[in-house]
């Protein structure tokens, strides 16, 4: 069962905390069309929320939003199952945050610890974006050798949106949840301003 530590504050740190401190080597940055286009073929519907920030999200059927009165709205998601159906349950699969940092600090592989798996640039509704994935070394936030998958966007100025999930146990599950982190980061919608 997932953590149900997740405070927005928090996220951040964890954030950082798993990205490598040795550099990967970077992949070939996607085009925008490559980035944001939806899948041809996606089986679900989809239903989207706004977060406070103007970002519009985008979630599939079976999931919903996290009602966790310390998030902002439309911050944490998690898929609707037999074991967790109730939506007072504080849990999230996946969690989105706006944070003011550069988002070059953000994705220097000089400033976080852990072992990158994969690092790929791209592009998100046209700006600038990073996808790590990462194994903690483990620490006092973050247990060692725990896989987890960030997207990382520049979101205005000194500003950086982070989208985030973390293996929870059951790697099937997180394979899952991966799958749809990345089918979301396709589909948001950031604010024209920005």
């Known amino acids: 069962m997932r953590s149900k530590i997740f405070v927005v504050a928090g996220i951040f740190v964890l954030s950082l905390a798993g990205c490598s401190a040795a550099p990967a080597e970077d992949a070939t940055p996607s085009s925008p069309e490559e980035s944001n286009a939806a899948p041809a073929s996606s089986p679900v519907a989809w239903e989207t929320c706004e977060h406070p920030s103007g970002l519009v999200i985008s979630y599939p059927e079976g999931w919903r939003v996290v009602p966790d009165a310390s998030l902002p709205a439309c911050s944490g998601f998690n898929p609707i199952s037999a074991d967790n159906p109730a939506p007072e349950v504080i849990d999230a699969a996946v969690l989105v945050s706006v944070e003011t940092v550069d ?88 604010p024209e301003d920005n």
């Open 103 to 190: 988002f070059a600090a953000v994705v220097d592989p000089d400033a976080t610890s852990g072992e990158t798996l994969n690092r790929e640039l791209a592009s998100v509704d046209g700006h600038d974006a990073v996808r790590i994935e990462s194994r903690s070394e483990g620490n006092e936030l973050l247990p060692g050798n725990l896989r987890s998958t960030r997207w990382f966007v520049v979101f205005g100025r000194d500003q950086t949106l982070s989208l985030v999930t973390y293996e929870s146990g059951d790697p099937g599950e997180y394979e899952s949840v991966r799958g749809t982190l990345d089918e979301m980061v396709t589909r948001l919608e950031l």
